[in-house]
């Protein structure tokens, strides 16, 4: 039986008590109770909230971090010049899928070009790429988001590419969260900051990318097996995926 970890009520039929939206380890039968009884329920809480973050940062993911390939559904090269983004919707391909639909659309449609994944006409110029990102990047797309940020950031235009990467990342893009945790590591157009550094680390962490992971590792160096675990993870991670590339 269910009971308030407060005043110790018994759940019924005409009162359903709720959980503590951080941890989900208690219950409580109203608001007053759960503040009476937080001193006691806070490091409980802050130790299960602690877990279950690490259960994410260790998680070995199924694929490598940059996903599979929609077109084809195999894992994406570790090569970034392997791979190809479509303007039209953000979507990034295998470049075998790339070519594939380029001499397809080659001998089917005499030269005119459409995107593989939703079928809309690539453009030809630059004045249409530009169209075509600035039309993504209304949609908010993390992908066109981080994108942009990585074309301000090689301008050297480190606060413009500061704002669009801190907005990609709000939208759970992994790459604009490496790259925030590089700007504040190098305080490029922004303030060095050490706390902020790692949480960007740990959310691409949390996406997979080994990379983050790595230094992660490196940071708790004086944290003993933590450390060891987490390069043994980003290890084995970066195994398997030269071991897909290999393919």
């Known amino acids: 039986m269910t009971k308030c970890c407060s005043c110790g009520i018994a759940e019924g039929d005409e009162l359903k008590l709720k959980e503590c939206t951080t941890c989900d380890l208690v219950r409580y039968c109203s608001d007053a109770c759960q503040q009476e009884h937080s001193h006691q329920h806070e490091a409980m809480c802050n130790e ?43 979507i990034v391909i295998c470049d ?52 942009k940020g990585g074309e301000k950031y090689n301008e050297g235009n480190y606060p413009s590419a500061f704002e669009w990467y801190t907005t990609a990342a709000g939208s759970g893009d992994m790459e604009a969260h490496c790259r925030l945790a590089l700007m504040y590591h190098n305080g490029h157009g922004v303030e060095k900051d050490r706390r902020k550094r790692l949480h960007h680390l740990e959310e691409a962490a949390i996406k997979g990318h080994p990379g983050a992971r790595c230094r ?21 991670q970066h195994r398997e995926m030269m071991t897909q590339s290999k393919r």
């Open 216 to 236: 992660l590792g490196y940071h708790e160096e004086e944290n003993g097996d933590t450390r060891e675990q987490r390069n043994i993870t980003s290890s084995l």
């Open 96 to 147: 075998g899928c790339h070519h594939a639909n380029l001499l397809t659309e080659a001998e089917v449609r005499r030269g005119v070009s459409r995107c593989p994944f939703c079928r809309e006409t690539t453009p030809s110029t630059k004045e249409e790429l530009d169209k075509f990102m600035m039309k993504r990047i209304e949609a908010n797309d993390p992908v066109a988001l981080s994108h």
């Open 48 to 90: 299960r909230v602690a877990k279950l973050r690490d259960e994410l940062l260790f998680r070995q993911p199924e694929s490598s971090h940059f996903g599979d390939c929609p077109i084809c559904m195999i894992p994406m090269p570790l090569d970034r010049s392997k791979s190809t983004m479509m303007t039209c919707c953000s």
